[in-house]
């Protein structure tokens, strides 16, 4: 009967504990602060779709998002282009172009997503 309680304690807070922490970021690209007012205005081009502005290329963006528990909803293209234009931002880029994305479920995460482009300045 301990035991049993002890466990079903356990796994309660295991939940309630995991419930705090929801989703990991990481990106090639260091965090640094920026206005959300410049990154909601970086642009976002998947592979095949070419910007009609002349541009140059910054540096390669590569991004990963992974939730961190079954219990949390799988992460989103919505929110992979978030964090795309979030470091787009930090480096001056005016876009993202070549934007590819890949998810499923990794060894040491309940699933992911994976988002890469190349950051680019838009010419005058």
Not at 2 to 7: F, G, Q, S, T, V
Not at 94 to 116: C, H
Request: proline share 3%; with cysteine.
């Amino acid at each position: 009967m301990i035991i049993a309680r002890n466990l079903l304690l356990a796994c309660f807070l295991t939940i309630l504990v995991s419930g705090c922490a929801s989703y990991r970021t990481s990106s090639n690209i260091p965090d640094q602060p920026v206005s959300s007012t410049l990154w909601n205005e970086v642009k976002i081009f998947a592979t095949g779709v070419v910007p009609d502005k002349k541009f140059k290329d910054l540096q390669r963006i590569e991004i990963s998002i992974k939730k961190l528990t079954a219990f949390h909803a799988d992460p989103t293209k919505e929110q992979a282009n978030a964090e795309l234009k979030k470091r787009a931002a930090q480096m001056g880029a005016d876009a993202v172009v070549n934007v590819r994305y890949q998810s499923g479920v990794g060894f040491m995460t309940w699933g992911y997503i994976d988002a890469q482009g190349m950051g680019v300045k838009f010419l005058d």
